[in-house]
């Protein structure tokens, strides 16, 4: 496995729109080849997603084709892939 790891910093207000702006963006995951799950996480200030996919090829595309749109709640800090080395699920 491999997982996709955003970092990005929260904008003012974001709250207003986050639920509906994950909720879009965790459908859009599932129709993916490979995905597996997500996890979403942040202090207020900054944010990061943990995406996990059955292959680095998945996880490459997803990370190569990653962007917000002007109006997310978010901005785009970083986008990197990594080897999963152990999931305790």
Do not use: C
Not at 32 to 41: K, Q
């Amino acid at each position: 496995m491999h997982a996709v790891v955003f970092h990005v910093d929260m904008k003012q207000g974001w709250e207003g729109n986050a639920e509906a702006e994950l909720d879009y963006i965790v459908g859009s995951l599932r129709d993916l080849p490979g995905y597996v799950r997500g996890t979403w996480a942040t202090d207020g200030t900054t944010g990061m997603s943990f995406i996990l996919f059955k292959s680095e090829e998945a996880a490459r595309d997803v990370a190569d084709n990653a962007f917000l749109p002007p109006d997310a709640s978010a901005t785009l800090r970083s986008v990197d892939v990594y080897a999963v080395v152990r999931d305790d699920v």
